[in-house]
């Protein structure tokens, strides 16, 4: 029987905002923590009702943006994965894809997200729990076959917005600050890693490292650890050539993808760092940019700002 989260797996994004720009937001530190209240598990995945640990605020627009942020229901669903890139890649643009109609679109990618079917193959796991001083072990039993598994996916691609003159966008509650800009993609990839296999174990892991020294087959992990690997990116031309590269990705697993399908707000990509068993912080989100206006400079100098690994399309093979 399907779970309640496959039917929400989705994005709640505006309708005709991607590809476009957004501006990627941030909780302040100010507030503290967002209590998880009627938290439903189901499986792997989870759902709860949010509310503010505190409520006086300072002011009325403060206020209103924690009644927007805990205003409906938000939904883990643990097949969601996003992937940040240390060595940014290039944009599909460079292989003459796209509209090219600005210069966002050229900018390479450093952060991916897709959703993982729910029959792809899982790296098995046992966990060894200490009864003297409570420590956890995390065992991996089985990678799986030899070979890397293959994920083909529609991908949602994170272009940050370096190398423009940004406008000064400033918050009136105090409680949030913006990071950045980023202009999304999507695009049709093939993924080849162990990575995605073992997103459960690292799942488990970041939440056993709530409340237990924790280990990771025999090796010692601190408080909310980041865990990279190898990956393969598989793409197409325009012309309908196959290429490939190899990279390291980086999974962040406390960092929550969540969904809520019910908000009446143009929040869409939030995340959120679950501290205990009853209450998350640190609210990331984007929202739609409009009216903005930048100071577009010429391509060749916002894409010579944002990387320097691969962000020349010919270092691909096959291209």
């Known amino acids: 029987m399907a779970s309640e989260t496959d039917t929400i797996v989705g994005e709640r994004v505006s309708p005709g905002t991607i590809p476009g720009l957004f501006h990627s937001m941030r909780t302040a530190p100010e507030p503290g923590t967002i209590d998880m209240i009627d938290l439903t598990p189901d499986g792997e995945d989870w759902s709860?009702?949010?509310?503010?640990?505190?409520?006086?605020?300072?002011?009325?627009?403060?206020?209103?943006?924690?009644?927007?942020?805990?205003?409906?229901?938000?939904?883990y669903n643990s097949r969601r994965m996003q992937l940040v890139l240390p060595a940014s890649i290039c944009s599909r643009s460079d292989w003459g894809i796209g509209q090219d109609t600005n210069a966002f679109e050229k900018l390479p990618i450093t952060m991916i997200q897709f959703e993982i079917p729910a029959d792809f193959p899982k790296v098995e796991f046992n966990v060894h729990r200490d009864p003297d001083d409570g420590s956890v072990d995390v065992r991996v039993t089985d990678f799986g076959e030899e070979d890397e598994d293959d994920l083909e996916?529609?991908?949602?691609?994170?272009?940050?917005?370096?190398?423009?003159?940004?406008?000064?966008i400033g918050s009136d509650t105090g409680l949030l600050y913006r990071k950045g800009d980023y202009?999304?993609?999507?695009?049709?990839?093939?993924?080849?890693s162990k990575i995605v296999a073992g997103k459960s174990r690292m799942d488990l892991i970041d939440h056993e490292t709530m409340g237990h020294t924790v280990c990771d087959g025999g090796v010692p992990l601190?408080?909310?650890?980041?865990?990279?690997?190898?990956?393969?990116?598989?793409?197409?031309?325009?012309?309908?050539?196959?290429?490939?590269?190899?990279?390291?990705?980086?999974?962040?697993?406390?960092?929550?993808?969540?969904?809520?399908?019910?908000?009446?707000?143009?929040?869409?990509?939030?995340?959120?760092?679950?501290?205990?068993?009853?209450?998350?912080?640190?609210?990331?989100?984007?929202?739609?940019?409009?009216n903005v206006d930048y100071s577009v400079e010429p391509a060749s100098e916002v894409t010579g700002t944002t990387g320097e690994w691969y962000t020349d399309a010919a270092m691909w093979d096959g291209a």
């Open 183 to 192: 202009y999304l993609s999507q695009e049709r990839m093939t993924i080849t």
């Open 153 to 168: 996916t529609e991908v949602t691609c994170f272009h940050p917005v370096i190398g423009l003159a940004a406008p000064e």
């Open 222 to 290: 601190g408080h909310r650890p980041d865990f990279s690997g190898d990956i393969t990116l598989t793409r197409s031309t325009r012309d309908g050539d196959r290429v490939s590269l190899d990279l390291e990705a980086v999974y962040r697993p406390y960092q929550k993808s969540v969904t809520r399908p019910a908000a009446t707000d143009d929040y869409s990509f939030v995340t959120m760092c679950r501290d205990d068993e009853n209450s998350c912080s640190d609210v990331r989100f984007l929202e739609p940019a409009r």
């Open 48 to 75: 709860f009702q949010p509310q503010a640990s505190s409520d006086s605020f300072a002011t009325p627009e403060a206020n209103a943006l924690f009644q927007d942020l805990c205003g409906s229901k938000v939904h």
